[in-house]
Nanobody, 128 residues
Framework: QVQLVESGGGLVQAGGSLRLSCAAS????????MGWFRQGPGKEREFVAA???????????DHADSVKGRFTISRDNAKNTVWLQMNSLKPEDTAVYYC??????????????????WGQGTQVTVSS
């Protein structure tokens, strides 16, 4: 069983930045594909970003088109942690952000149905 705990959400003005963290339990964290998803009011949960380790210092990432150039996903396998750096935030980024883990290496991490574990979510609110 893997437990995921998110932190770092909050209220920020448009144009501001936030950094979300996700701490994971589990001995084989480095093998997991890790993802961030979000769910806005009245919307379905959508993909934000994903990352997987390719060995040594090689990482593969995916970012949704809506966040490319503004958000960056990263991870530290030694710390069992994944981050989502969010810059140039917009009101439409307001959502509950969820960390997710898949116990497999995926060529593309954007399908939420392929993830095995989810965190409880952290609220991000961007004011205009």
């Amino acid at each position: 069983q893997v437990q995921l705990v998110e932190s770092g959400g909050g209220l920020v003005q448009a144009g501001g930045s936030l950094r979300l963290s996700c701490a994971a339990s589990g001995r084989t964290f480095s093998c997991y594909t890790m993802g961030w998803f979000r769910q806005g009011p009245g919307k379905e949960r959508e993909f934000v970003a994903a990352i997987r380790w390719g060995g040594a210092s090689l990482y593969y990432t995916d970012h949704a088109d809506s966040v490319k150039g503004r958000f960056t996903i990263s991870r530290d396998n030694a710390k069992n942690t994944v981050w989502l750096q969010m810059n140039s935030l917009k009101p439409e980024d307001t959502a509950v952000y969820y960390c997710a883990a898949a116990q497999r290496w995926m060529y593309y991490g954007g399908n939420k149905n392929e993830y095995d574990y989810w965190g409880q979510g952290t609220q991000v609110t961007v004011s205009s």
